[in-house]
Nanobody
Framework: QVQLVESGGALVQAGGSLRLSCAASGGTFSAFRMGWFRQAPGKEREFVGAKNWGAARTTYTDSVKGRFTISRDSAKNTAYLQMSSLKPEDTAVYYC????????????????WGQGTQVTVSS
């Protein structure tokens, strides 16, 4: 059973940077596709980006393109979401998700989820 644990959420000022981590156990990221999502209070879970490690392909939602980057450290079996030029509208609980075949924007397609980490961007 794959378990994902996010960390790194914090309160940061607008324009700042933050790196979220997603540590995996029970499986290696190379065998999975992964996605990052976020959910603000009162809103639905929103797709942020996804990575197909095997094909070295990445996709991001338009609002974070050029500001967010998904990467991983294979030795640590940990994935990262590097966020820069943060805006107040980026405030949300951020989740990582993994699936053996899917790496798109539909959260219902992912089999494994982390517990989420809070990111708050102050203006």
């Amino acid at each position: 059973q794959v378990q994902l644990v996010e960390s790194g959420g914090a309160l940061v000022q607008a324009g700042g940077s933050l790196r979220l981590s997603c540590a995996a156990s029970g499986g290696t990221f190379s065998a999975f596709r992964m996605g990052w999502f976020r959910q603000a209070p009162g809103k639905e879970r929103e797709f942020v980006g996804a990575k197909n490690w095997g094909a070295a392909r990445t996709t991001y939602t338009d609002s974070v393109k050029g500001r967010f980057t998904i990467s991983r450290d294979s030795a640590k079996n940990t994935a990262y979401l590097q966020m820069s030029s943060l805006k107040p509208e980026d405030t949300a609980v951020y989740y990582c998700a993994a699936d053996r075949t899917y790496w798109g924007p539909d959260p219902r397609e992912y089999d494994y989820w982390g517990q989420g980490t809070q990111v708050t961007v102050s203006s």
